[in-house]
């Protein structure tokens, strides 16, 4: 099927040969030759400085981002990165640093991250803090490297051998307990979407060495139970790690803390409002409670007696570190920035905007998509296309295609992998009822699309730059070369013709 864009042309094929932009005067020194250097006569593209310009910045335009568009991909709290962090940031006593600075002419630095460590572990409703960890994910690892040096410490490393993680957590979760040697035991959700607490009563035997619990959950459901799932783990001598990617979803109205968890990561990236997306650089803080103090990563921010700020690494305990130099403090930076605009009001008033928001998309959607959400969500709702699937063969996948068309980011499909068709929608807080009113019309309109017109939604986009994408074949065959005319590669894993796609560059 056609498409309405016209291709960008690569730089080759805008090269005209003698218009390169030339602005330094030609050598009037002998040329000197570099031994180890070696510079083969190289086939590139001659283009003026304007056309490059124009070329970059039209791509540039090709693509959807939180700037540009609605990004409800759920999971992933893609809200407005407000520009006061980038200012903060971009201040030259933070940005002009260098990290092997002393600490004596870093004292501002090491006590922004010290601040962080603070508020963090406050808004936790924990005792003490790391911000080391670089992601989400090794955040886990870092708490589950914790909770095995904590177990070792009483001597039961070796028994306590298995996690045991709700089939509703995030995939990263039982990921990161078998990349630190656990066995991962799953347990089921209930008909409402949280823990099935008679299942794990059985999974908590004395081999537990803690339980995993992502809350609220990826089904965007508050675990209620969660008291008393944590007095059950620690009954038995387990500890319990919560995932706290969907903080946004609590913020300033319940602490982890207090609901009894023992250790838990932040996404600051997601609930703190740093850009992210595109493997950009995060932050996975990891805050604790006591017991679990002393094997915090090095090096950890400390305050002397005097005042002054400091890195601590004589802490004997420590599970170690977990990358060079200071991790992604610019990152720990803008979060704080975000956290101290906004206040412990404010705060709470973010969650509180942002439940209403996925709830608002949710009454309005649940009547012709159905939903994993029968009582509600908290900050993301859980549809699914099974019936659209059913009746008329359109898959969540081809909804997903269809709304860059009208102009919208698509959701995460096919995750949570507990509801089949599922499209996870996250519209966060940042939003304004007009565009959440016009995501819910173009949903509305797809699923009408899906009566009257449902191979449209199989070919869709159509609008878009590409069209329909073998997404499986361009990720295994990643083949980048420019030739004229296009090469008829092949697939070198498994030997098959590359097929044509339909508006897709053939390069
Ligand atoms: C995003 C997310 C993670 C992983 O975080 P990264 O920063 O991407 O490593 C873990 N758990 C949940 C629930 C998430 O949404």
């Known amino acids: 099927?056609?498409?309405?864009?016209?291709?960008?042309?690569?730089?080759?094929?805008?090269?005209d040969p003698g218009s390169a932009s030339d602005y330094l005067p030609p050598l009037d020194v002998p040329e000197a030759s570099l031994p180890f250097v070696v510079r083969p006569e190289l086939d590139l593209p001659e283009v003026d400085e304007?056309?490059?310009?124009?070329?970059?910045?039209?791509?540039?335009?090709?693509?959807?981002?939180?700037?540009t568009h609605f990004y409800p991909l759920g999971s992933?709290?893609?809200?407005?990165?407000?520009?006061?962090?980038?200012?903060?940031?971009?201040?030259?006593?933070?940005?002009?640093?260098?990290?092997?600075?002393?600490?004596?002419?870093?004292?501002?630095?090491?006590?922004?991250?010290?601040?962080?460590?603070?508020?963090?572990?406050?808004?936790?409703?924990?005792?003490?803090?790391?911000?080391?960890?670089?992601?989400?994910?090794?955040?886990?690892?870092?708490?589950?490297?914790?909770?095995?040096?904590?177990?070792?410490?009483?001597?039961?490393?070796?028994?306590?051998?298995?996690?045991?993680?709700?089939?509703?957590?995030?995939?990263?979760?039982?990921?990161?307990?078998?990349?630190?040697?656990y066995a991962v035991t799953t347990v089921k959700s209930n008909a409402e979407g949280g823990v099935d607490m008679d299942a794990m009563r059985t999974a908590l035997k004395d081999d537990v060495a803690a339980v995993m619990i992502t809350n609220p959950n990826t089904l965007g459901v508050f675990e209620a139970q969660i008291e008393e799932l944590c007095a059950l783990a620690h009954e038995n001598g387990a500890l319990v790690y919560m995932d706290g990617a969907n903080m946004n979803a609590i913020l300033g109205q319940a602490r982890p803390g207090d609901m009894g968890v023992d250790v838990m990561h932040f996404n600051v990236h997601k609930t703190f409002s740093t850009p992210h997306g595109g493997g950009g650089p995060g932050a996975g803080p990891v805050a604790v409670r006591s017991i679990?103090?002393?094997?915090?990563?090095?090096?950890?921010?400390?305050?002397?007696?005097?005042?002054?700020?400091?890195?601590?690494?004589?802490?004997?305990?420590?599970?170690?570190?977990?990358?060079?130099?200071?991790?992604?403090?610019?990152?720990?930076?803008?979060?704080l920035t975000y956290i101290l605009r906004h206040g412990g009001n404010g705060l709470r008033q973010v969650s509180s905007d942002a439940v209403l928001s996925a709830n608002y998309?949710?009454?309005?959607?649940?009547?012709?998509?159905?939903?994993?959400?029968?009582?509600?969500?908290?900050?993301?709702?859980?549809?699914?296309?099974?019936?659209?699937?059913?009746?008329?063969?359109?898959?969540?996948?081809?909804?997903?295609?269809?709304?860059?068309?009208?102009?919208?980011?698509?959701?995460?499909v096919y995750f949570p992998t507990i509801v089949k068709e599922s499209m996870m929608i996250e519209p966060t807080e940042t939003e304004t009822k007009a565009t959440l009113d016009a995501f819910c019309e173009a949903m509305l309109a797809i699923a009408e699309e899906a009566k009257t017109d449902p191979d449209l939604l199989h070919h869709a986009p159509l609008t878009m730059p590409v069209g329909r994408l073998d997404e499986a074949?361009?990720?295994?065959c990643l083949n980048l070369c420019w030739t004229t005319p296009p090469a008829e590669a092949a697939c070198e894993s498994t030997g098959e013709p590359k097929r044509e796609v339909a508006g897709a560059p053939t390069y």
């Open 473 to 476: 074949n361009a990720a295994k």
């Open 1 to 15: 099927m056609p498409n309405s864009l016209s291709l960008e042309p690569l730089l080759f094929e805008l090269s």
């Open 361 to 412: 998309i949710l009454a309005r959607l649940k009547g012709v998509y159905e939903t994993a959400n029968p009582n509600g969500c908290k900050h993301e709702c859980v549809l699914s296309a099974s019936k659209l699937k059913a009746q008329y063969g359109v898959s969540a996948w081809d909804i997903a295609k269809r709304l860059p068309d009208y102009g919208f980011h698509a959701p995460t």
């Open 292 to 335: 679990l103090e002393p094997f915090l990563p090095v090096p950890h921010v400390k305050q002397h007696e005097g005042g002054e700020f400091g890195w601590d690494w004589d802490r004997p305990d420590a599970v170690g570190s977990l990358h060079g130099f200071r991790g992604n403090s610019g990152v720990i930076l803008r979060a």
């Open 76 to 181: 992933c709290t893609m809200k407005y990165n407000p520009k006061l962090n980038e200012a903060v940031a971009a201040m030259p006593g933070f940005a002009g640093v260098h990290p092997l600075q002393s600490e004596a002419t870093s004292q501002g630095w090491l006590e922004v991250l010290f601040r962080a460590q603070e508020i963090l572990a406050q808004i936790a409703g924990l005792d003490a803090c790391s911000i080391q960890p670089l992601a989400g994910a090794q955040g886990e690892f870092c708490g589950l490297l914790m909770i095995r040096a904590y177990h070792n410490g009483r001597g039961e490393g070796e028994k306590r051998c298995r996690i045991v993680v709700p089939d509703s957590a995030h995939g990263t979760n039982p990921a990161s307990a078998a990349r630190c040697g």
């Open 50 to 67: 304007h056309s490059v310009v124009r070329h970059f910045t039209r791509l540039s335009q090709n693509t959807f981002s939180i700037d």
